[in-house]
């Protein structure tokens, strides 16, 4: 297993990581005892650093990821979670207040049974009325939630790449990493034109769902999927080929990410793949 520091943070993650969204009923139906399974399966392989938060599952993935720790050794992984987002309803997804920001930190550790976690994200701040609430309220709150040794580090998670560099610039804060998802895959590739920035800010980049959330594997996206028509109908087609190949179209991406550096610093990525696998109904993530 290959191991690598997470932008300036000194934590060393593992090169595969274990994204926590599916240990949850977020994608339908799971089964408890083999999230249970694989994820202390993934700890004895090598894997050390795990992704979760309250909205996957409104809390039963952190519940979930904290069952399976029981008993493991807590410096022997890394672990991290967000706020901001929650609730399933429209109206109570969102809430980036300071208070709501408290509460969910607290939630969450009492979730998954730790005193602390290793990296605290916020999730999608561009859903935020605007900047100033996630500069005002979420990132002070999560500034004291460090100094009290609830967390370690904190991060952004978005979509929206140039919208975290914006907040990463405006914040007085320090932020350590941003998480952005299907930025990295063999279809889009516009993280590769920031890495450079967040290097020089000692920023590590998580990259997550590099098979575009689904869109590149066997199964195929679920219905919900955003992306065109025409793109769905491309990865459909290169699923395919690789079928006929006899080739696993995620085992293909692991082996893109794994010997293709070019576009990526390697000190300072984490690359998760986001997809659900019969043989578990888990996310699997790459580390690079």
Not at 226 to 241: F, G, T, W
Not at 245 to 255: A, D, G, S, T, Y
Request: aromatic share 10%; glycine share 8%.
């Amino acid at each position: 297993m290959r191991y690598n520091e997470l932008g300036n943070t000194g934590l060393k993650v593992s090169h595969i990581s274990l994204g926590g969204a599916a240990f949850s009923n977020i994608y339908g139906s799971y089964e408890e005892q083999r999230s249970l399974d694989l994820i202390r399966e993934s700890l004895k392989c090598g894997v050390n650093y795990l992704e979760t938060g309250p909205w996957y599952g409104q809390g039963s993935s952190e519940r979930t990821i904290g069952k399976a720790l029981v008993g493991i050794p807590r410096d022997t992984y890394f672990i991290a979670s967000k706020v901001g987002r929650y609730e399933k309803t429209t109206e109570r997804m969102f809430d980036f207040s300071a208070e709501k920001t408290e509460a969910g930190v607290d939630n969450t550790l009492r979730l998954l049974g730790l005193d602390y976690v290793d990296l605290i994200q916020v999730h999608d701040p561009t859903f935020a009325p605007d900047n100033s609430v996630v500069l005002k309220e979420t990132l002070p709150v999560l500034e004291k939630a460090v100094k009290d040794g609830k967390a370690r580090y904190i991060g952004l998670a978005d979509y929206d790449i140039d919208l975290m560099k914006e907040i990463i610039e405006e914040s007085d804060v320090k932020i350590s990493s941003i998480l952005s998802y299907s930025k990295s895959t063999l279809f889009d590739n516009r993280l590769q034109n920031y890495t450079k920035y967040f290097k020089s800010r000692g920023v590590g980049v998580i990259n997550a769902a590099a098979t575009g959330m689904g869109l590149l594997t066997n199964k195929g996206p679920q219905p919900w999927h955003p992306a065109s028509d025409d793109i769905k109908a491309l990865c459909r087609r290169a699923s395919e080929y690789c079928k006929v190949k006899h080739i696993f179209i995620n085992i293909l991406i692991h082996h893109h990410h794994s010997s293709n550096s070019i576009y990526l610093e390697k000190k300072h990525l984490i690359l998760q793949s986001h997809h659900n696998m019969r043989v578990g109904q888990f996310n699997y993530c790459y580390c690079s």
